[in-house]
């Protein structure tokens, strides 16, 4: 059974940072790419940022370079979002996804296969 598990959200201050954990289990973690979506009340879920397996390329949203990173821990299937400078506009459900392959050049929601459950990050004023 396909299995992604994203944590690590809660409530920080403007300018503060948070890591959230994808960890991934049935599947093979070389062959795939994981995505990070965020969604707000009303809207699509955007991409965020996402790592390729197999070869480590990675792909960040405009409004999170510089400030978003994305790494993995291959002995724990876990790949990890560190979040810092933390913007009120980065308040949002956040979700991990898994696609067969690589990352593309502007991920898409519907074209990534399984989902873990979100994690909420909510950055104050």
């Known amino acids: 059974e396909v299995q992604l598990q994203a944590s690590g959200g809660g409530l920080v201050q403007t300018g503060g940072s948070l890591r959230l954990s994808c960890v991934v289990s049935?599947?093979?973690?070389?062959?795939?790419?994981i995505g990070w979506f965020r969604q707000t009340p009303g809207k699509g879920r955007e991409a965020v940022s996402c790592?390729?397996?197999?070869?480590?390329?990675?792909y960040f949203a405009d409004t999170v370079k510089g400030r978003f990173s994305i790494s993995s821990d291959n002995a724990r299937n876990t790949v990890y979002l560190s979040m810092n400078e933390l913007k009120p506009e980065d308040t949002a459900v956040y979700y991990c996804?898994?696609?067969?392959?690589?990352?593309?050049?502007?991920?898409?929601?519907?074209?990534?296969?399984?989902w873990g459950k979100g994690t909420l990050v909510t950055v104050s004023s």
């Open positions: 996804a898994s696609i067969f392959g690589y990352c593309s050049s502007y991920p898409l929601a519907y074209e990534y296969n399984n």
């Open positions: 790592l390729s397996m197999h070869d480590g390329s990675t």
């Open positions: 049935g599947l093979s973690f070389g062959d795939i790419a």
